[in-house]
């Protein structure tokens, strides 16, 4: 039961321009979604977060939307660099409930071509 | 570097054996995750601590996985018997606080069963 889906297993993208990466859940009861990037021989490295009270969230150029009526989230990042170019997992948790698990995608591997 | 660290990197065992596994969460964070990670796949919760409470184990920890945290600092995951299967990553993050807030992962132990 793959609660979070990330259907897209890569996307190559020219430099510059953007890249959108995105993200479905079936749980509802997730109220809190997280992205993660992760570099080989490394662990993930936290990006960015939103709950599920807003339906955007902005850090630099670093952008994740949400759209709760169709469990649906994206991660935006505009100008793409060849430095971007990773694993990017979604995530997603219950606030406040009795487990603090968070449940992850299988991933997008992005290509951010010079 | 005040991270999450885990030690060792790379562990090579022989079916059958036990290994162990360290986990040094950052400072100030009280609690603490093992996940899981095969190829292909997101991170896989394993187990939750909160100090030296161990408040949620996920059905993947067979009986063969024991994990501990007995001064509510470092974690310790030993896993009894290693069958191939269990070749992974095994990643440790921690967190500061109550919730799927941000969970911030070191490095990982990359295990093979040979």
């Known amino acids: 039961d793959q609660q979070v889906k990330q259907n897209s297993p890569s996307l190559s993208v020219q430099e510059g321009r953007i890249s959108i990466l995105n993200c479905d859940y079936t749980?509802?009861?997730?109220?809190?979604f997280l992205w993660y990037k992760k570099y080989p021989a490394e662990g993930p490295t936290f990006l960015i977060s939103?709950?599920?009270?807003?339906d955007k969230n902005e850090d630099g150029r670093f952008t994740v939307f949400l759209n709760k009526s169709a469990k649906h989230l994206s991660l935006h990042i505009v100008p793409s660099q060849p430095g971007d170019s990773a694993v990017y997992f979604c995530?997603?948790?219950?606030?406040?409930?009795?487990?603090?698990?968070?449940?992850f995608g299988t991933g997008t591997l992005l290509a951010v071509q010079p | 570097d005040t991270g999450v660290s885990q030690d060792p990197r790379h562990k090579i065992t022989k079916r059958g054996q036990n290994v162990t596994f360290r986990c040094d969460p950052i400072?100030?964070?009280?609690?603490l995750y093992w996940y899981r990670q095969t190829l292909g796949q997101g991170p896989e919760f394993l187990t939750y601590f909160q100090n030296e409470a161990q408040l949620e184990k996920s059905r993947l920890l067979s009986d063969r996985f024991s994990a501990e945290r007995p001064k509510g600092s470092f974690s310790t995951l030993e896993i009894q018997r290693t069958e191939q299967g269990d070749s992974a990553m095994y990643l440790c993050?921690?967190?500061?606080?109550?919730?799927?807030?941000?969970?911030?992962f070191g490095p990982g132990t990359r295990l093979t069963v040979t």
């Open positions: 749980n509802s009861m997730f109220d809190y």
């Open positions: 995530a997603a948790g219950r606030w406040g409930g009795a487990t603090n698990k968070l449940i």
């Open positions: 939103i709950s599920s009270i807003k």
């Open positions: 993050a921690s967190s500061p606080r109550q919730g799927p807030y941000e969970q911030y």
């Open positions: 400072s100030e964070h009280n609690r």
